[in-house]
């Protein structure tokens, strides 16, 4: 499974990105997608996770009511709409795929996003929050 993520770029506080995963490679091979972010300095945390089962989601309580995760099927793509942006979401985000059937289903908080569980990565992409 190989993945690329985009979308990232510069904005303003308050505004708004949407990032895209374009995952290629059979989709049974993958139970779900997550987002990652790493800030400078800091190490990497889970943002949101969507399950490819049931589409169940899970969310950082730090983004909670300001992302939202989905996918499309027909596309092989995840995305991230991301609102009301703040300085501290300024990071490199990744997005990971999962053969763990029930990490964004069972799992809840922070395992859901325990890295050893998410196999194949793509390269990250900036954003800057910044005025």
């Known amino acids: 499974v190989q993945l690329q993520a985009f979308g990232g770029g510069l904005v303003q506080p308050g505004g708004s990105l949407s990032l895209s995963c374009a995952v290629s490679?059979?989709?049974?091979?993958?139970?779900?997608i997550g987002w990652f972010r790493q800030a400078p300095g800091k190490e990497r945390e889970g943002v949101s996770c969507i399950s490819l089962r049931d589409d169940k989601t899970g969310y950082a309580d730090s983004v909670k009511g300001r992302f939202t995760i989905s996918r499309d099927n027909a596309k092989r793509t995840a995305y991230l709409q991301m609102n009301s942006l703040k300085p501290e979401d300024t990071a490199v985000y990744y997005c990971a795929t999962s053969r763990v059937p029930e990490v964004c289903s069972y799992y809840t908080g922070k395992s859901q996003y325990t890295e050893e569980w998410y196999e194949d990565w793509g390269q990250g992409t900036q954003v800057t929050v910044s005025s």
């Open positions: 490679g059979p989709p049974w091979q993958y139970y779900a």
